[in-house]
């Protein structure tokens, strides 16, 4: 809660024992409210806005102290807060000036990761921005496609880095998630070039989704991503 100065204050009671209070951190927007959420381990993460964008702090340890939160956050409103497994921790805030709401997210010991709103639907017939030379690594062999996010996929990619799929026909992603972290897929003319498959959900760690994609009418070498987590990338065949 806040008081009437604008400090952020936490207080607890533990098994109807009396009300215990600590200082979190100042400078609140009263017009707005703060979020808190406790991880597996119970330590309280709690965000709040001020004048200045966005505030986030922790007490891992031992005392509630500030964290560091990405740039985009500067102006960012209405923040919420939400841990999950491994001390997964997802901060959101609506961003006023592109009038979209912006996500960040983090494993344990990790900052945090912002991770752009996706884009407009599907523009499938944009030529890709950079052809690369030699062989497709991969052909089409139909319309069904799979990809998978193993264990630890931040660091070691997915498992599969090529994806093909056949010009100007719908296809499909069986999208396996078997990471702890959340993941999803966007396709794109080329790596920072345009959308071509913006994810309508993004799969939490442990859970799967099929994704139906419109046809790509042109034959090229794409390119495929996480978008929270851009190196986890692939390139993405059509012919």
Not at 108 to 116: D, F, R, W
Request: with cysteine.
């Amino acid at each position: 809660y806040y008081t009437d100065s604008g400090q952020v204050r936490h207080a607890h009671s533990i098994d109807g024992a009396a009300w215990e209070t600590t200082p979190v951190g100042e400078g609140a927007d009263l017009e707005s409210r703060s979020s808190i959420a406790l991880d597996a381990e119970g330590v309280h993460h709690i965000t709040w806005q001020t004048a200045d964008g966005l505030a986030y702090a922790t007490n891992a340890e031992g005392s509630f102290a500030e964290q560091e939160v990405p740039a985009a956050a500067a102006q960012g409103a209405s923040p919420k807060v939400g841990t999950g497994p491994e001390s997964i921790v997802g901060l959101a805030w609506y961003d006023p000036e592109d009038t979209e709401v912006q996500l960040a997210v983090r494993g344990a010991g990790e900052p945090l990761l912002a991770v752009p709103q996706p884009g407009p639907g599907a523009q499938p017939t944009t030529e890709p921005t950079v052809q690369p030379t030699g062989p497709p690594p991969c052909e089409p062999s139909g319309t069904e496609l799979t990809l998978t996010a193993p264990p630890g996929a931040v660091a070691d990619g997915f498992a599969e880095t090529c994806l093909a799929a056949p010009a100007g026909e719908p296809f499909s992603v069986a999208f396996d998630n078997q990471d702890a972290l959340p993941h999803n897929l966007g396709i794109y003319t080329s790596s920072g070039g345009d959308r071509l498959f913006s994810p309508p959900e993004t799969p939490n760690g442990g859970e799967s989704v099929t994704y139906e994609v419109e046809a790509i009418q042109d034959p090229g070498q794409y390119y495929f991503q996480c978008d929270l987590h851009p190196n986890m990338n692939g390139t993405f065949v059509v012919a």
